[in-house]
């Protein structure tokens, strides 16, 4: 019988993970993702420069998204192409690592297993930077170590410099793009103290870095007059005690073992966003560490730094470079760390003996992460679809009403200016700033989909008289249910006519 090629076999797990995507598709959800969204939109239309805002900063996310806009309109598939691309460009990326690190069966496991990782299919289709950073970030590692494997020439420099170019490209999608150079600089020294010698090459890598930088600086020097107006931005926005954000400690183990009190949270199945790989990471290091005590087995420690560098920061480093203020914490954000975990728990897995071992036992964990992983991001994705699905049903309900002014939250504004591919920017109205009171021949979205008036820092901006009895001239013409699934079950918009 003839053997299957590891290529053939990459395309089927690619295909595998596409309709893995396609199937638990995300779309434009609750995060910084409606705002990316309009941005690339107005980049679409030829407004380049979007102020000096944190999120209109960040211009590797919004300008892929733009090129989409333009080549194929505003619509959901085209607002999460660029990341599915880098999804599926990850798990190639992971199946050259793990082939040249171990074996190319080694790199189908490896591929098999991002394809299936919760976090990955969730963002896959989420217009957000985190699976582009991911992707970007573990190619400009894998052309190091090619630039690496070569003595010198020109083709070694050209692979340097595009790996700091890509770095580069991460920094265009945030600022913390830049985590890379935590690892890849201790590696340019450890290689330098082995061969006893500075190796001029490394010159090549800054050099792409500071291309896209120095680019970016004259841009916004050009259009704000202040050459460092990212940095300062981004570092005059995420003041310590600013509210949003999280400095919390256990944040990051306690998501990533699905923990809380002292407990794993049997009751929660939905937003288990790394699934149980953490615990087979966690069993698979301290096996890695047994080897390297008594094995000297050290060729697993390259992915485990880059995991290791890459975590210490996104638990322990700071918002700012003058003072430390901590970091930010998201779940999303360990997306980065995926790649080289995967690494080291396929490594532990190839290291089994006798062969018998390592094929059931590795057979039987990698079969219990697939479905344990498919089964996190399924229920994953009806929780995000709960979360927009009276958002739709409006756009559906205000399809009919071409005329009215529509008056709804900030959040709920967002989307539906995307639904309806902002052709009715004018129509739909933030009511946060209008006086509501002298508003006459007007629809109204009262309770809005995230709940805005059980959400502190939304009730704020809401009009007092919202928690009150409404005025007798708004007629309720609908209410719109969604699905009973956790917390969403509470919101139910009503929309209402002002006479």
Excluded at 18 to 47: C, E, K, M, Q
Excluded at 114 to 139: E, Q, R
Excluded at 267 to 275: A, C, P, S
Excluded at 439 to 454: A, C, D, K, P, T
Aim: contains cysteine.
């Amino acid at each position: 019988m003839r053997k299957i090629k590891p290529s053939t076999w990459l395309i089927i797990i690619l295909i595998f993970a596409l309709i893995l995507r396609l199937t638990l598709f995300t779309g434009l959800n609750w995060s910084d993702d409606p705002g990316y969204a309009n941005d690339a939109n107005r980049v679409s239309h030829g407004t380049f420069y979007l102020g000096n805002w944190v999120n209109g900063m960040r211009l590797g996310i919004i300008y892929p998204i733009a090129f989409s806009f333009a080549f194929f309109g505003v619509n959901d598939l085209s607002v999460a192409l660029y990341p599915l691309l880098c999804s599926l460009g990850s798990i190639i990326v992971i199946f050259l690592l793990g082939k040249r690190m171990i074996n190319p069966q080694a790199g189908l496991i490896g591929a098999l297993l991002l394809a299936v990782f919760p976090i990955n299919i969730i963002y896959s289709t989420w217009p957000m930077p985190d699976v582009p950073l991911a992707f970007f970030g573990a190619l400009s590692i894998l052309l190091f170590f090619k630039a690496q494997e070569l003595n010198t020439g020109w083709k070694r420099r050209m692979l340097f410099g595009l790996s700091g170019l890509l770095i580069g490209w991460c920094y265009l999608h945030k600022i913390s793009g830049m985590i890379f150079i935590l690892f890849l600089c201790p590696v340019m020294i450890y290689y330098m103290l082995k061969q006893k010698r500075i190796d001029w090459d490394y010159a090549f890598f800054f050099f792409g870095l500071g291309i896209l930088v120095l680019a970016e600086s004259i841009f916004y020097y050009i259009y704000s007059g202040d050459l460092l107006a990212r940095y300062h931005t981004v570092t005059g926005f995420f003041q310590q005690g600013r509210a949003g954000l999280n400095p919390n400690m256990w944040y990051h183990p306690r998501n990533m073992f699905n923990f809380a009190h002292g407990r794993y949270l049997w009751g929660n199945k939905y937003l288990v966003q790394y699934g149980l790989f953490y615990y087979f990471f966690a069993a698979a290091t301290v096996f890695l560490i047994l080897r390297l005590i008594f094995k000297k087995d050290t060729k697993w420690l390259m992915p485990f730094f880059w995991f290791i560098t890459l975590f210490a920061y996104l638990e322990f480093g700071s918002m700012k470079l003058t003072h430390f203020v901590p970091i930010h914490k998201l779940a999303r954000h360990l997306t980065v760390l995926t790649i080289p975990g995967i690494l080291l728990i396929v490594y532990s897995l190839y290291t089994l003996k006798p062969k018998w071992v390592k094929y059931t036992f590795g057979s039987i964990i990698v079969g219990f992460l697939v479905i344990s992983s498919i089964y996190f991001a399924a229920n994953t994705h009806q929780y995000l679809y709960a979360s927009t699905y009276d958002i739709k049903q409006m756009h559906e309900y205000f399809k009919g009403y071409t005329k009215l002014p529509i008056y709804v939250d900030l959040g709920t504004y967002y989307h539906l200016i995307f639904y309806f591919q902002y052709e009715r920017n004018k129509q739909i109205k933030n009511f946060a700033f209008v006086n509501l009171t002298n508003l006459h021949n007007s629809l109204i979205v009262v309770n809005g989909s995230r709940g805005v008036l059980e959400n502190s820092l939304g009730a704020n901006m809401v009009p007092g008289f919202f928690q009150k009895p409404l005025p007798q001239n708004w007629e309720k013409l609908q209410t719109i249910k969604g699905p009973e699934i956790a917390v969403w079950s509470r919101y139910n918009p009503e929309i209402y006519y002002i006479k």
